[in-house]
């Protein structure tokens, strides 16, 4: 069931969003006065509150905040308010949130775990579209030297290039990797071409002494560890 917010018509003065964040702080603030704030103004016919209302309620598979995750260019400029100017202040707001969310535990990062790999890197991997392959390149006190996305396949499919990932392990001078890649449907449950992969890059980095640490599965909220699974 999609959940519904109130409009501005429905709050007392008191609670409008400037005067409610003035009195009370931001956390104070629901979800649709918040985004209020951000948007400013509204039109000639609803204003800031209505159209963010508009906005958390525009998709019906993740309505909410999670929503503005999955909106693109061309679906902000559709509802009806959101011109070229807001549409880009919309995605530089998810995109600086995902960015905040992942500079909060960069101080305190280790990846000992691979709990901890996929806290890090879930918000930048679980709202994406297609599948992508993240390599994260280590020293010996498993330092990260580099972290790169190395390929983007399909809705369903990634492309897994075996060579390019060791090229660039080498050229980094890395003892360890780790590889992460999204499931865009939410499970992370691995593929037997995920296996296979897994157990090609294993035996090829024995070979040419890179560990492949642990290969993550990223879903919404939720990982899979190959090395957890026993298949490393």
Known sequence: MKEEYLTVKELPVSERPYEKCEAYGAGALSDAELLAVILRTGTRKQRAIDLAVNILNYSTAYPGL?????LTFMELTRIKGIGR???????????????MAKE?????????????????YMQDMRHLTR?????????SKNKILKDMVIS????????????????????????????????????????????RVTKRLTEAGNLIGISLMDHIIIGDNRYISLKEQGLI
Request: a negative charge.
């Open 85 to 99: 100017v807001k549409a880009i202040e919309l995605l530089c707001l998810t995109e600086l949130t995902r960015r």
């Open 152 to 195: 983007e396949g399909t809705v369903n499919s990634s492309i897994m290039p075996i060579r390019e990932i060791f090229v660039h392990a080498v050229k980094y001078e890395a003892v360890n990797i780790i590889l992460l890649h999204n499931h865009p449907s939410g499970d992370p449950t691995p593929s037997t071409e995920d296996i």
């Open 104 to 120: 909060t535990g960069r101080d305190n990062l280790r990846l000992t775990t691979p709990q901890t790999v996929a806290d890090y």
């Open 66 to 70: 999670k929503g503005l995750n999955y």
């Open 131 to 139: 599948e992508q392959v993240l390599l994260i390149m280590m020293d």
